[in-house]
Each structure stands twice: as C-alpha cells, then as structure tokens.
C-alpha cells in the first residue's frame, strides 16, 4: 500500500510494552511498497457456511503456527505466525490455496480468504479451502521482539520461502481432515501479488516439490537497484496534457539545479514552498510524492483520486482543459506549485517544517533508529537494502522522465546506513542490494516454472519489474501463461475490478480455467 506519511507509531517492544516517545516530525519520504490492494475485512459478525449447511469460524478468526526462528539454525526454535482459514467451499480433494499478502500486517487481508479475490473465486470453482498467512517481521509475527539489526539476521527473501514451504508441509488446519492434506496428499496453489507474487515465483522455482502450481499477480520478480521504470507506466498512461507538462517542469528543475546557481535554486524550491529544503536532491525526490498517488488508482477508482486531483491542478484552467500537449513549462511550474503550498504539502506535511517533513540528511532524527514491532515500512526497507533495491531514481539521460535525474540511488541507499548502521560491512554507510544475486537464484523475468500463471496490468506502475516490463524476452508458455490486461497494480486479484473491465475478468477466467485444468491432473505421490 502507498505511503505518504510515516508508519503509524504503535508499541516499542522491550521488557514491557510502553507507548513510544514523541517523535520530532513526521516524514513523507518513505518510499510506496509494491503490496497487494486492501479490501474492507470481513465483519466478525458475518456468518460463514460450509456447503453443508455448517456454521463455520469467522474469517477473521486468527489461528496460530510454530514456525522456525531460522530454517538453516532449527535448534533457535519456533515463534508464532498468525494466519486466517477457512473451508467454506472445500471438499475432499479439492486444493489447499494459501497466499500471504506480504510486507503489511495480514490481519486487514482476510477479504483474500473470500469470494471477493481470485484466491476465493478459484477455491469457490475447484472446491478449495483458502489460507491466509503472515510473513515473517510483519504485523504481529515477528522471530525477535523489536526489529533491530541483529534481529534482522533472519529476514530474508530465502527464509520467507522457507517459511511458505514449511507451513505447507507440517501445518494441521483446523477443518476436519486438516491433518490429511500436506503437499503430496492435496495440490498446494500459491497465490501471491506484488513482492508476494515474486515469493509465488520463487517459491514455484525453488520449492517445486511442494507447490504444485501458482498465481502471481503483478510480481515483482526482477530486483532493480536504479528502479526509474516505476514511473515509467505512469508516464505512459496518465493524461497526455498532465504527462508533457509535467516532462517539461521536470526538465527545468534539472536544469535549475545543474547550474548550480544559489538565487536560481532558492527561487524554484521557493515555488513549491520548499525552499527550507537544504539538499537539492530532497527536493527533487519530494516531487516524486505526486506520482506515488498512481498506486492507488483502480479501474473503478472513478475520476476524483488524489492523482486526478494533482493533474486537474496542472491542467484545468478557468474551466477548461489543456490540450494533448500542455499548457506549457510557465502555467504548469506556477501551477505545480500552487498545488504544493495549498494543498499537498499540508497533506502530508501538515505544520512540520520542510526539512523535518521531507528531509534526508539528520542521521540523528530518532525516527532511523525506532526498532519497535510491528513497523512495515522498516520491515520492508531491509529488504530492499540487502536484496531488491527498487530506488526510486530519475531515468537515463536517453529516456524521456517525470522523475528528476537529480534522484540518485544512493540517495535511498544513504538512508539505509542510517536505519541499520553497522549492516553493511566495512562499508556502513550507504547499502549495495544484492539484486543481481537474487535475479541469478531465482530467475527473476526468466523463470522457467512450470504451472505458474504471470498476470499483469499495463498500467501497474511496478511492471517494470515484472515478466511484461517493456522489452522482456520470456514470452510464456501454456505451462507459464502470461495473461496481460488493462489494470493496475495487482487490479486481477480483485472481482470487482473484472467488473469493471473486460480485459480483466477474461485474465480472471483464464487463471481459473488453467488451474482446474492442472487440478485435474494432479496426482497424490504421498
């Protein structure tokens, strides 16, 4: 989910568990996270029946796994990681389909238990029980009790396979024969979107002896430490007349800030009432919130979403709207600006200062070092420091952008020393993700997995880093189908979203043919 505000402070967990201190801002410069959408959970009061008329737990009744601390060290031990079930249209060997929505608290996502999701829908057709389960340092199961460095030994991409993997073979599900259907008995699908749609390729690629096939929903398989294509599709898709101003606008702020020329600088941050920002490439970043809105756009999300809103601020003028190519650098700058002093810095600023807000450089603001559980953002921001990268930068200098090239990675990679000092060997400064040895273990666009659907949207600013980014080479298979429609990030996990488009739901249709075709023909081995 996008975030345009810190995380929510909620405990600090040491001997006892105590509110955390006061913080001294709240800073807007933590980056969006590729997650599945949210929907509403289900209420606790809604009755859920079996196809035998039995009255089953709610959806939101939270079940309990002892799951190993670390998967290389078993002798460590277990902690508990939560996880959501139901059996309201399975029946005996029907598949067992378990998701997790990755790098957020899962207790909000028990919706992807229900009809309402593809996980559901495909449950619902091939008499299925779903499960939901919460990766590991997220919501409210964690191996250690903060999130501190030391603690983070243990969250890796690997060990969240490992995780997958060993729940599906050694938990006992709470339904009558829930002890008979490990990976052998019944076919396992895993269903993932986003990071969780990479886990489901990983997971296919190296756990293929327990996951018989899998969903991946605008999976983000290929680690990117220079991520500029995150804009790239929003580039592409969003209104012409808002795309070349804001090309142009980008193009003078770059321009501004190569000079080097103090009174020239001052006056352009002054414009976007930034001028209390020290560093230029703060500034340039924080121009990058506008864009992070796209995250939440959907295909019904109608015309009144807060990056309509950014762009009507750019090109609706006296009523009426710009043409395909703008109005122009001078309307949109002051226009741009206008937006950012009125309206959006208080929205995600609100009274705080511009470099308290927005700044990157105090490595002393307390907010680097908060190490209590649960904390998402700081969860997730391991990850990407060692592993995916996923910085978002300005494009190359032969690539048209809406992001400022004066974003470089080790802006993003600076700040990682900061959150987790001494992580980073000799080099304890700035971060280098290993996203090319993630890519080479894992195949990361070229996976060759086999029973494994890839399903995109076009307008999913993650593509880039999914099997459709632009001039991929791994075309699919009908072993590894490459369903391609005109959503949004993660848009064919949601029915609703197959309302509201045709390209959609025919996505949603194939995933569920191909799956009762392989259903069909699986074969116990145990």
């Known amino acids: 989910m996008l975030l345009l505000s810190a995380i929510p402070l909620l405990a600090i967990l040491s001997v006892a568990r105590a509110l955390p201190p006061p913080r001294p ?21 809604l009755p ?25 060290n078993p002798s460590l031990g277990t902690f508990r990681q939560q996880y959501w ?23 909000g996502y028990t919706s992807y238990l229900t009809n309402s999701t593809l996980n559901g829908r495909i449950a619902q057709q091939l008499n299925g029980s779903t499960i939901v389960l919460e990766h590991r340092f997220f919501g409210n199961s964690n191996p250690y009790p903060d999130l501190s460095v030391q603690s983070f030994r243990v969250h890796t991409v690997q060990q969240a396979i490992n995780d997958l993997a060993y729940f599906a073979q050694n938990v006992q599900l709470p339904m009558q024969g829930g002890d008979k259907v490990a990976p052998g008995k019944a076919p396992w699908i895993l269903i993932g979107g986003s990071y969780a749609g990479a886990l489901t390729s990983y997971a296919m690629k190296n ?12 999976a983000v398989v290929q680690a990117t430490v220079d991520f500029w294509g995150y804009f790239e599709p929003i580039r592409q898709s969003m209104p012409a007349n808002c795309s070349a ?7 003078h702020v770059d321009s501004v800030l190569a000079s080097n020329d103090s009174s020239q600088i001052n006056t352009l941050k002054s414009t976007f009432g930034l001028q209390g920002l020290s ?20 295909l019904d999300s109608g015309p009144n979403g807060d990056f309509f809103k950014f762009c009507d601020a750019l090109e609706v003028k006296n009523g009426v709207s710009a043409p395909a190519s703008g109005w122009g650098l001078d309307y949109a700058l002051q226009a741009w600006g206008s937006f950012w002093k009125n309206t959006f810095y208080e929205q995600i600023c609100g009274s705080d200062e511009n ?18 559980a649960p904390n998402a953002g700081r969860s997730w921001q391991w990850l990407t420091c060692n592993e995916f990268g996923f910085n978002f930068d300005g494009a190359a200098a032969s690539q048209p952008t809406i992001a400022s090239r004066f974003v470089k990675a080790v802006w993003s990679e600076r700040q990682c020393g900061y959150h987790f000092p001494g992580a980073f060997g000799s080099n304890s400064v700035v971060a280098s993700p290993n996203a090319v040895g993630l890519n080479n273990l894992y ?84």
């Open 25 to 45: 801002g709240t800073p807007a410069f933590v980056r969006p996270r590729p997650s599945i959408p949210h929907l509403e959970a289900p209420s606790e009061e």
């Open 48 to 72: 859920v029946v079996s196809r035998n008329g039995t009255q089953l737990p709610a959806y939101t009744k939270t079940y309990y796994f002892n799951q190993l601390i670390d998967h290389n």
């Open 85 to 107: 079930h139901t059996y309201e249209f399975y029946e005996p060997g029907g598949p067992i389909i378990l998701s997790t929505p990755g790098e957020v608290d899962a207790s």
């Open 207 to 218: 756990k293929s002896d327990v996951f018989y096939a899998g969903y991946a929903s605008s």
């Open 245 to 251: 101003d804001v090309q142009a606008v980008i193009a």
């Open 279 to 298: 560093h230029n490439d703060d500034f340039a970043a924080a121009l990058q919130q506008n864009f992070f809105t796209w995250q939440n756009l959907q």
């Open 355 to 372: 470099d308290l807000c927005l700044g990157t450089y105090d490595s002393t603001n307390p907010y680097w070092s908060y190490t209590y």
């Open 443 to 526: 195949q990361g666009w070229n996976t060759t997995a086999q029973r494994l659907i890839f399903a995109n949207g076009i307008r999913d600013p993650w593509r880039e880093a999914t099997v459709a980014a632009d001039g991929t080479t791994n075309a699919g298979s009908d072993m590894q189908p490459h369903l391609l429609s005109d959503g949004f990030h993660c848009s064919d996990l949601l029915v609703r979203e197959g309302v509201a488009s045709a390209k959609v739901k025919s996505v949603q249709d194939s995933a569920v043919s191909y799956m009762a075709k392989w259903i069909a023909e699986w074969k116990p081995t145990a």
